[in-house]
Structures are given as structure tokens and as C-alpha cells.
């Protein structure tokens, strides 16, 4: 039974059945009588002081319910949206910490704060009415430029953060840095930016809220990543109701991609106002909406430089970094430029010194906060850049150069000089199979090939790090966070043998439903098909921190094991009973308690029986029941790690890229269901192939309009931007989690843009070309072949 549905087997998803047959059960989906709608009047303006808002034409308007404005927030004293992350600056002071109103009063600070909210019967009716609202804005200048945000001069978005400087951090010491530049050979420099993007899950996020006046209950039902943690933050720091008066269920959600970790505006107004107008409240996101105010991911400019010695291997790194945090301190924001960023500049590779220094500046722009691979992407994009330029200037092969300079496997576990220590790893053979399964000998023979067609062809290595399974709470703690990150989960049987796991991760696409089912068969025997996995919903699940970082499987599938743990441990004792043995001569083996060297045995499900049905049993040594609770806090991150390698093809007169060839070896220690695994692996890969070729939130300069505020002008790649992915897998299992897994879900987006980003500039280094802007769009490529800067 195990071997066919447990750990290591192909097993379809548990979940398609209602997902592909329509039968899912989304937050827009929910049947709630009385509703009502929201609908949210935003600013048209990046900077602007509000002079005066006129709702009465709106409040005469058919189905209007309620109007709410800022004014309306801040006189029911309701407290502003948090940053749960403290970041201390290079001096030791926190960052600056400017409010984040729920609803603008007297300033808007980017295209899409909200400033009003019509609640109405219908949504037309309620969006007619807010298109009734007249808002009298006074114009101010906008700082929207991240290059030039934190000069002289710019326009302040907050008057509690002087200059827009969130923070100034570092980590490393900059003298033993400059020490070691000073004795290099040769130092390869670079100037870079990560590009903003715009998460784009298939739904938009959304919300509903029903207050109970009866009991002073809540119920919000929201496209949440963390239930638990919304739930926290709305009721302890915002709201201020006492939380176990405010359930948050997360039902099916349509992907997350981070961007619905956070604590939104939206989700807040939806929960208060329900118990002002004593109806349920239900907002959708438009699409449009989505683009201007969901929290925006990357955007960082930056300065490194890389000092190697003679045979190119390396003495120290220095990196230099403005992060854009936009117009508000988001949730975790102030994490992502910071320890999720700056602490993976090592890389794979040895080097012994690294300074970084990273300032995060505020802008009249959305939020930005952590999207998929959240600061690996850009410490990936530094590092695989730089050490790619440094092949070519120093003439070396960049896969020799990277192997001169990979950690060894008996170096594990290994200290970085940026703080982390890795657990285990063993690169040279991802990139051996990498290029093996790339046909990486043959590319000479292609590239010519391609060059007999009036074709650029070119190749690009990407071997990425990261840091994920996001926990221990203790190094949590000390950097600043504000909640614990251990997982629980709860198996709970039923008298006949099925079994209900809970779990306080949350599934928004992951596939937890299957993957978790798997352990638990694997674990116990039981078939999958009598096993259901519950999430998402605070009122009947153990409280957990939700799914993000890649931390689902290795911190929350590790609390399922030790909850099956504590199964096993009890069933032996009612078997031993049942089989008049002693408990320590029992032994579990699929799914059967046996009495070691005899043939006696029990099911487990005939354990299970006995403990609901206890006419024969020890009840003064043992409690009925079979319902086992666990909470697992690990020891440290898990490192997954790999070599990803992309050929491209750019026709020099249009500036098109075609990915022509695409292979990713992997890392993610031991892996539960390998169908899965390569989906996330396709996922993240496209993720990164849009950020490196199509991808680009664009604001408007001088005015802060974004200029890619829909699918026709923001491109989302599509199943023909990309090749059929080659995939391959080495295992060295994470040795501090009882599973021996790291994580997958991050690695595509995080390897990707810098192998293709390497590619297009090997393909154009016969052309001269050394640098272009991401993404590689034609205009970007064909500006760069011909000197132009890119706009």
C-alpha cells in the first residue's frame, strides 16, 4: 500500500476531482444571505492631499447600504495596518515605522489607496455609487523613481521617515572586505536592477466578512495564505476584538504566490463595516485592482563587485542595494531586502568575505512586499551575474569557474560569513548532471549552427541557493520577526478507520490534500483514499503560520510526522493490551502492530476501534480516543539548492529571445511525490523565464501612473514562451527534519531569470554587448545591440 500511494510515489491530487470538475469553493463562491458588496473609491493620484470627499449624491443612489471614508476609519479609532518584521539599522535603531491607515483621511500615497468604500446591495450598484463620490484632491509632486528615491530633493511619502529612508543595514564587515579587495587579481563589477513584478494568481484576492451581533462573532472568509496569522494581526493590532470573537477561514484559493501573506486593506474594511451594517459584506478584487494594489514583488537596484585571485577563485564580495518598499511598510517587507536577501549572497560558493549593505526607500508606488522566492531571486540574480562576467573577462569556462568556487560536500554543515549555516549539499554533481542532460559539449556545434541562420545563440548557468521551510522561531525571533514559525497538525481518526489530518499550513495550489495524505499513508499504512486533509480555517484547524517560503512540507509535514509518531506510540500500547504481550515487544510495520518474533498481530484499525469502543480496555493506564496533536519548531532552515541551465536563440534584427533549451537538477532532499515536484518546478521556471523576457511594472515617472496596470500591457508568459523543461534530481537529505526534505516550490523563480539573463548575454558577447536591462524584451535587446539606452 505504501509503496503505491506513500512517500516517492506518483500519485494523482487528491484535490483535481473538485478542482477540474467545477465543484471548488472559492470566497466569491460563498451563498450568503443578506449580502451586501464593496466597492473601494481609490486614489486616481500618486501624491495628493485630500481636501474634501462628497458622498451625498453616492448615498441616494439605489442598493447604496453605507458609505465609509477614511475619516469615517479614524474616528472608530481603527489602528493601522502592521509590519510584523523589526529591522535594526547598521546603528542598532529599528526602522522607521510610518502608519499605514486602512483607508487614506488626508493623504494618498500611490495610484489605488483607497479613500472610500460604498457598500451596497448589488456590486454594479455599489460601483456605480463610488464613481457618484468626488473626491477634491490637492496634487503634490510624486518620488516614484527608485534610482533617484532616496536624493535630495525627492518628494517624502512619509513624514516619519526623513528622506524616505526606511533603513540603512548591513551585514559583514566592510574593512576586512576592502582589505581583501585590495590584494585581488582581478575584480568584475556590475550594475543591476531586479525588476518590479505584479503577482498574477488566477483569482484575485478577495474577501467577506459577517458580523453576529447575537454572540460578537466575526467570520471572515478570505483569500488568505495564513489564516491564522491574518487572524492575529486583525484582531490584536487593527480591530482590536479579542481573537478567538474573529474566525478567518481561507476556503479554495486560486495561488498565492506570497501575495496573499499579507494583511490587507481591503479584508480589514470587509470585517469592520459588517458590524455596522449588520449584513454580510463581499468584495472581489477587478482585475485592475489587482495590478495597482496587491503588493508588488523585487525592485532593487545595485552595485556588487567580486575580487578573485589569479586562478579566479574568490577572495571577498561587496554589494551595494536600494530596496523599494513603496508607499507603505507591507507585512513582511521590511524582511525581504534584509535576511531573506542579503544572508544568501554566498551562494554556493566559498567565498570568505562578504559586506552588504542595503537601504530600503519608500516611494509613492503599491507596496512592495515578498513574492515567490522573496530576496533568493535577487541575491540569485547578484551572484549568478557577476560570477557569469567574471568567467568571461577572466577567459574561464563559467561552469570551471563556478566549480573552483563551490563549497565542498565535506565542508557541510558550512558557515557562511552572511550569518547562515547550511545543512547539507553537494553541488558539483547538479551541475555535472545539468550539463550532461543540456547537451552542454554539443552547444559550439549549435551556436554555429544558429549563426549559419543570422541567429545569436547563447547559454547561461544558474547555481542558486536558498534558505527555506521558513523557521526555528528562536533565529526568527533574533532577527526581528514577530510571530513563532513552528507548524502543528492533528490526526484525528474515526472509530472506523478513516482518518481526518489538520494542519495549520494552508493549500492554495501546493497540493498539501495529496502530499500530506502520503506521508500519513506512508506513515500509518492507512489507504489514501480514507484519509482528508483540513486547512484554512482557524475555528476548526491547530493554530499554524500558514504556507509561504517553501515551509509547508518541511515544517508543517514534519509536525504530521510527529503527530503520527505519537499514534504509533499509543497503538502499540492497545495492541500489546489486545495481543497480551508487552508493549515494548511490539513493533509497527505498514500499517500492523506485530509482537516481534511471533505471528501474532492487530491492524491498526482494529487499535483504533478498541480505543472508541473501550469495553475491553486498560483505562487506568490508557485515555480512550486516537486523536494525537503535535507542534514541530525545526532547528534550522533546509537549503535546497541546484544548477539550472538555459540556451537561448536572439535574432539580432527584431531582438527577440527564444528559449530554445531549458534544464534545472535539483536538489530538494528527499521528495514525497515527484509529479508535484515538477509541476512547482514548471511553475516556478515560467515565473522566472517572465521576469527575465516579459514581466515589468511600470510607473509613470513624473506622474506615478502605472503604465502596466493590465494584461495588455503587463505580459504574463504563455505555455509557447518556453521549451519543454528538462528536469533532473540528487538528493542529500536535510539531516534536522524527520522527512529529510527541503523545499521546491521557490527554485524555478529563483534560478531562472539569471540563467536566462547569462544566456542573452553569451548570445550578444560577439556583438559587444555586456549589459541588458531586465527583462530582455526586444526593445531591451535591440536598444542594447545598438547602443541605445534602454527607457
Keep these: 500500500m505504501a509503496a503505491e500511494t506513500g512517500i516517492g510515489a506518483r500519485v494523482k491530487r487528491k484535490e483535481d476531482q473538485r478542482f477540474l470538475t467545477g465543484t471548488g469553493r472559492y470566497v466569491d463562491d460563498l451563498p450568503l444571505a443578506r449580502s451586501t458588496h464593496a466597492y473601494f473609491v481609490r486614489s486616481p493620484h500618486a501624491h495628493a492631499r485630500i481636501k474634501g470627499i462628497d458622498t451625498s449624491a453616492a448615498a441616494g443612489m439605489p442598493g447604496v447600504v453605507a458609505i465609509f471614508t ?12 502592521i509590519c510584523g518584521w523589526v529591522v535594526k539599522d547598521k546603528h542598532g535603531q529599528p526602522h522607521k515605522a510610518p502608519p499605514h491607515p486602512v483607508m487614506a483621511a488626508d493623504t494618498v500615497r500611490y495610484v489605488g489607496d483607497p479613500v472610500a468604500m460604498v457598500v451596497a446591495n448589488t456590486a454594479d450598484e455599489a460601483k456605480d455609487a463610488a464613481e457618484a463620490i468626488k473626491v477634491d484632491y490637492d496634487v503634490k509632486a510624486a518620488n516614484v523613481d527608485l534610482a533617484k528615491a532616496l536624493s535630495k530633493g525627492a518628494a517624502e511619502v512619509h513624514a516619519e521617515a526623513p528622506g524616505n529612508l526606511v533603513y540603512d543595514w548591513e551585514i559583514g564587515v566592510k574593512a576586512d572586505v576592502d582589505a581583501a579587495f585590495a590584494k585581488a587579481a582581478h575584480v568584475t563589477k556590475i550594475d543591476i536592477v531586479n525588476n518590479r513584478l505584479i503577482p498574477n494568481a488566477m483569482e484575485p484576492r478577495a474577501a467577506a466578512a459577517e458580523y453576529d451581533k447575537g454572540t460578537g462573532q466575526y467570520t471572515l472568509w478570505s483569500t488568505s495564505q495564513n489564516p491564522h496569522v491574518l487572524r492575529l494581526i486583525l ?23 506570497g501575495s496573499k501573506i499579507f494583511c490587507y486593506n481591503e479584508e480589514t474594511m470587509v470585517c469592520w463595516a459588517s458590524s455596522r451594517v449588520g449584513r454580510p459584506i463581499k468584495w472581489t478584487a477587478e482585475r485592475s485592482e489587482s495590478f495597482q494594489t496587491d503588493a508588488h514583488g523585487r525592485d532593487h537596484v545595485t552595485h556588487a563587485e567580486l575580487a578573485m585571485d589569479k586562478d579566479g577563485k574568490f577572495l571577498a564580495l561587496k554589494v551595494e542595494t536600494t530596496a523599494n518598499m513603496g508607499a507603505y511598510l507591507s507585512t513582511f517587507a521590511t524582511a525581504v531586502p534584509t535576511y531573506l536577501y542579503a544572508t544568501l549572497l554566498a551562494g554556493q560558493y566559498t567565498t570568505p568575505l562578504i559586506y552588504a549593505n542595503v537601504k530600503a526607500a519608500l516611494t509613492h508606488t503599491a507596496p512592495v512586499d515578498a513574492y515567490r522566492g522573496a530576496g533568493r531571486p535577487e541575491a540569485t540574480y547578484v551572484i549568478e551575474s557577476i560570477v557569469s562576467k567574471a568567467a568571461k573577462e577572466m577567459k574561464l569556462d563559467p561552469a570551471e569557474l563556478r566549480r573552483r568556487n563551490f563549497i565542498p560536500p565535506t565542508a557541510f554543515p558550512y558557515q557562511t560569513p ?28 549549435r551556436r554555429a549552427e544558429s549563426k549559419s541562420r543570422g541567429k545569436l545563440r547563447g547559454i547561461g548557468f544558474s547555481s542558486y541557493i536558498e534558505a527555506c521551510g521558513l523557521a526555528p522561531s528562536q533565529v526568527i525571533g533574533q532577527l526581528g520577526g514577530g510571530v513563532g514559525q513552528w507548524e502543528s497538525a492533528q490526526i484525528k481518526f474515526n472509530p472506523t478507520g478513516n482518518v481526518q489530518v489538520l494542519t495549520g499550513a494552508h493549500s492554495h495550489g501546493q497540493s498539501h490534500e495529496t502530499t500530506f495524505a502520503q506521508i500519513v499513508s506512508d506513515k500509518l499504512g492507512v489507504p489514501l483514499e480514507n484519509i482528508e486533509v483540513v486547512h484554512g480555517d482557524t475555528a476548526t484547524t491547530p493554530f499554524g503560520m500558514g504556507s509561504y517560503g517553501s515551509r509547508s512540507l518541511a515544517v508543517g509535514g514534519s509536525a504530521i510526522v510527529k503527530a503520527a509518531d505519537k499514534v504509533i506510540a499509543k497503538g502499540k500500547k492497545i495492541a500489546a493490551h489486545l495481543m497480551e504481550a508487552s508493549a515494548a515487544d511490539v513493533v509497527f510495520e505498514n500499517g500492523v502492530f506485530k509482537v516481534a518474533g511471533t505471528d501474532k498481530n492487530v491492524p491498526l484499525g482494529q487499535a483504533v476501534f478498541a480505543a472508541y469502543v473501550p469495553h475491553n480496555y486498560p483505562l487506568h493506564e490508557l485515555e480512550p480516543g486516537m486523536d494525537e496533536n503535535a507542534f514541530y519548531d525545526p532547528a534550522n532552515f533546509v537549503y535546497p539548492a541546484g544548477t539550472q541551465i538555459c540556451e537561448v536563440e ?38 522566472g523565464v517572465g521576469q527575465a523576457l516579459l514581466e515589468n ?26 521549451p519543454s523543461f528538462k528536469l533532473g534530481y540528487k538528493v542529500t537529505p536535510c539531516p534536522h527534519n524527520p522527512l529529510g526534505v527541503k523545499g521546491c516550490g521557490e527554485a524555478g523563480a529563483i534560478a531562472a531569470p539569471a540563467a536566462v539573463m547569462n544566456a542573452v548575454h553569451d548570445a550578444l ?3 559587444g554587448v555586456s549589459h541588458v536591462p531586465m527583462p530582455a524584451t526586444p526593445l531591451n535587446v535591440w536598444q542594447a545591440i545598438h547602443g541605445k539606452a534602454a527607457a
Design 235 to 257: 484582531s490584536a493590532f487593527v480591530l482590536g476584538i479579542p481573537e478567538h470573537k474573529l474566525r478567518v477561514i481561507a476556503p479554495d484559493v486560486g495561488g498565492g504566490f
Design 697 to 722: 511594472a511600470v510607473y509613470d515617472k513624473a506622474t506615478g501612473q502605472l503604465l502596466s496596470g493590465s494584461y495588455m500591457d503587463y505580459t504574463m508568459p504563455r505555455a509557447d514562451d518556453v
Design 70 to 81: 477614511g475619516k469615517d476609519v479614524a474616528d472608530a479609532k481603527v489602528g493601522s495596518l
Design 650 to 687: 536572439v535574432d539580432p534584427e527584431t531582438g527577440i529571445v527564444e528559449i530554445v533549451n531549458f534544464t534545472a537538477v535539483d536538489d530538494f532532499g528527499n521528495i514525497i511525490n515527484p509529479m508535484i515536484v515538477e509541476g512547482q518546478v514548471h511553475g516556478g521556471i515560467v515565473q
Design 765 to 767: 558577447a560577439p556583438l
Design 418 to 445: 552572511v550569518a547562515l549555516q547550511y545543512d547539507s549539499g553537494n553541488y558539483q554533481p547538479l551541475i555535472d548532471e545539468a550539463m550532461k542532460m543540456a547537451d552542454y559539449k554539443g552547444f559550439e556545434g
